[in-house]
Each structure stands twice: as C-alpha cells, then as structure tokens.
C-alpha cells in the first residue's frame, strides 16, 4: 500500500479481555516496529522485526504482550487480559532497509483504552 | 543504557523568532540520529538523518546538527505551520529508541 496501514484505529474493551492489533507495513519493507506512545511523550519501543524473525522484544513490557509477522509482511501485536494501564497509542512502523539502518515511516495508530 | 534528552520540553517563539531544540544522547554503536515532526493525532513524519559528529542536513527553515554527544534542530525565521513536536531518536545495533520530545508553538 501507499502508506502504514494500520487497525482498528480505535479500540475499547473491558479490562481481562483480549485485543490483537494489526499493521500493514509499506509493501517491500524490510523492518517492523511496534511502538507504545503516552499522550505528551515520545514513542516507547516494544518490539521490531527484520521479515519475519523477530529481533528484539526487549521493550514489551511483561509476558500479556507478544508480537508475530508470520510472512514477513502483516505483523499482530496482541495483548493478553488487558489492564487499564494498556490504554495508550500503539504505533506500527516499518523501513525499507533491515539491518539497523534507514527511517520509519509511522502508521496513524490504533488507540486502545480499557475500561 | 541507551538516552535520549530532548530540551526544552515546550517553546514559544513569535513568527520570525528563531532559535534551536536540543537532543542530547548516550547510545552504544550509534548508527543515526533521527529528527521527525509530529503534528496532534498524527504519526511521526521523519525529517532529517544525521550519521557522524559534523554532518550537517537542511531543509527549508530547518537545520540539523549532530557532534559526539548531542545533535541541535535549527529553526530559522519560523512561521506558525513550524507549530508541531519535535521528536529525536537514535539507532543502536538493534532499535531506535526517541526522546520525549520538544513541542513548539509558534504565534503569528
């Protein structure tokens, strides 16, 4: 596509439930970012993925959240029996390049709030 | 660990007024510094990439500066649609990693 798409763009659920949010990355894109972003701070890493092997999980914040991009395109940030503390902006970004190089191109986001 | 501080937090310039936004990092096998704007309810759009201590990069009221331990985001005769957050980040080996930002306003 022309752009990072990404959805739902908002999404409401009740505390303990499950959500999955998806991106599509710019089409040939190397590299896939999911980020967490409080209103008023800069994005949070969580996780990023050159194809479909996942690099670095480092910034996902406990074992309720894990990422997959089984093809190497579309990747699903799910987050297991969610806490009202998950509300936030999650934000996909891919780039053309893997191997630690090039810019991100962001996506709108999907807004999360737990009730 | 990797940091990244940006400052000031906030800045209010009038139209015309300029001046400059700081980033200051700590960052193991730095692989880029990364300038992007953020306008509300948007993604970040990616502006400038600076790779050594020197470089320099410009675009139109805009200029990037990086050297060892900080890089500076000039702002030349800004005008109000310059009103957005600054947002630096930095690679390492293995992600990018942004600062919290600098919102600027800039009244007419």
């Known amino acids: 596509g022309a752009g990072v798409s990404q959805s739902p763009r908002y999404k409401v659920t009740k505390r303990g439930q499950d959500v999955a949010l998806r991106c599509d990355p710019i089409?040939?894109?190397?590299?896939l970012y999911w980020y967490r972003q409080a209103l008023g701070q800069g994005p949070e890493f969580l996780t990023y993925?050159?194809?479909?092997?996942?690099?670095?999980k480092s910034g996902l914040p406990n074992d309720r959240f894990s990422a997959e991009r089984p093809e190497g395109s579309i990747s699903t940030l799910t987050i297991q029996r969610t806490e009202q503390r998950d509300s936030a902006m999650y934000r996909c970004a891919s780039s053309l390049m893997g191997g630690g190089t090039g810019e991100l191109f962001f996506g709108e986001g999907s807004r999360l709030t737990v009730l | 660990e990797d940091q990244v501080t940006q400052s000031p937090e906030a800045l209010r310039l009038q139209e015309g007024e300029s001046s400059s936004l700081n980033c200051s990092y700590t960052v193991s096998g730095l692989r880029g510094l990364f300038w992007y704007r953020q306008d509300p309810g948007k993604g970040p759009e990616f502006l400038f990439t600076l790779y050594s201590a020197g470089e320099e990069k410009e675009k139109e009221r805009l200029k990037a500066t990086l050297t060892k331990k900080e890089s500076f985001l000039h702002i030349t005769a800004p005008k109000p649609e310059d009103s957005a957050t600054y947002l630096c980040a930095v690679r390492n080996n293995n992600d990018m990693r942004f600062g919290a930002g600098t919102r600027l306003t800039v009244k007419p």
């Open positions: 993925f050159n194809y479909e092997a996942q690099q670095d």
């Open positions: 089409s040939g894109h190397v590299s």
